[in-house]
């Protein structure tokens, strides 16, 4: 459970700070092809289990 409230803070970080960003964001990723948001998809996965495994390791 605290993992997910530690996501849910994280995630509410840009929303509070800069409503303004992330609306433009959303119109930058509603624009973008599936293809490119797949790749940026996949990219995030990897590089988020590269640092789950280095977190783990450490």
Excluded: N, Q
Excluded at 21 to 49: D, N, Q, W
Aim: no cysteine; glycine share 12%; charged share 15%.
């Amino acid at each position: 459970m605290t993992i997910i409230g530690v996501v849910m803070i994280l995630e509410g970080i840009p929303y509070f700070t800069m409503p303004k960003k992330v609306k433009e964001m959303a119109e930058i990723i509603l624009s973008a092809e599936p293809r490119t948001l797949r790749y940026i998809g996949f990219g995030l996965m990897i590089g988020g289990l590269v640092f789950v495994a280095f977190g783990r390791s450490v």
